[in-house]
């Protein structure tokens, strides 16, 4: 069992990921990186998102979202990214969930396909979350001289979120996602921070952070600061 000695020695851990994270965002922004290239392989993004979301009965978790994605200094419009899914309570720890997901990007279509196991438990006020997904992703190309490519990924996450007052959570999380027969293990990483704001009852705002080193590419690695402002809305 964790002691009180325990947790506030991950919540002084949490605390200082939190601040690295932070001190990303703030310090070298100053001079805005343009779209990832060779040689400049960083890039400033912007994403936007709404999302709805119903709990049926004890056990079904019904979420639908839509999100704009912004890159090149937030300055060109990527995609849209349109998801719905469902969230199945096992116990009261465990959940299935499963989602599909349009991604409307300038290559072309995106349709994503995902399942997984979420898992929570609470410690002294913190909140503990973990996630494993496998996706399958099959990509239409606006070009009709490519053919269709498809892809699969499995990604893991660990969470930890801590309630600072009725309205307010902040939260801080890691994310590897691999590559199914990709050359490199990892193919990106991202690294989120953020709040989640309760406007009124069932309106919470979410704007967060995300550094996200991107190993994808063969030639040249890339890096991307995320800028994220994320509305949800539970009926």
């Keep these: 069992m964790l002691t009180n000695r325990d947790c506030r020695s991950f919540r002084g851990a949490l605390l200082h990921r939190c601040g690295l994270l932070v001190a990303l965002l703030a310090c070298g922004h100053s001079n805005l990186y343009g779209q990832a290239t060779k040689s400049d392989p960083v890039d400033v993004q912007l994403w936007t ?128 996602i691999m590559k199914f027969g990709a050359a490199f293990l990892v193919d990106n990483w991202r690294d989120e921070v953020g709040l989640k704001w309760e406007i009124k009852k069932g309106l919470k705002l979410n704007p967060y952070f995300i550094y996200r080193p991107d190993y994808g590419k063969t030639t040249y690695n890339r890096l991307f600061y995320i800028y994220g402002l994320q509305l949800d809305y539970s009926l």
């Design 49 to 176: 998102g709404l999302g709805l979301n119903h709990n049926w009965g004890k056990q079904w978790k019904f979420e639908t979202d839509i999100q704009s994605r912004y890159f090149n200094n937030a300055q060109t419009h990527s995609g849209t990214y349109v998801s719905v899914g469902a969230q199945y309570k096992l116990n009261k720890h465990f959940d299935l969930s499963g989602e599909y997901r349009l991604a409307m990007v300038q290559q072309g279509n995106y349709n994503r396909v995902s399942g997984g196991l979420l898992c929570d438990y609470k410690v002294h006020g913190i909140q503990l979350s973990g996630r494993a997904l496998i996706q399958n992703q099959v990509q239409d190309f606006d070009d009709a001289t490519r053919p269709t490519q498809s892809e699969g990924y499995w990604r893991v996450r660990a969470q930890a979120k801590y309630k600072i007052n009725k309205q307010l959570d902040v939260y801080a999380s890691v994310e590897p």
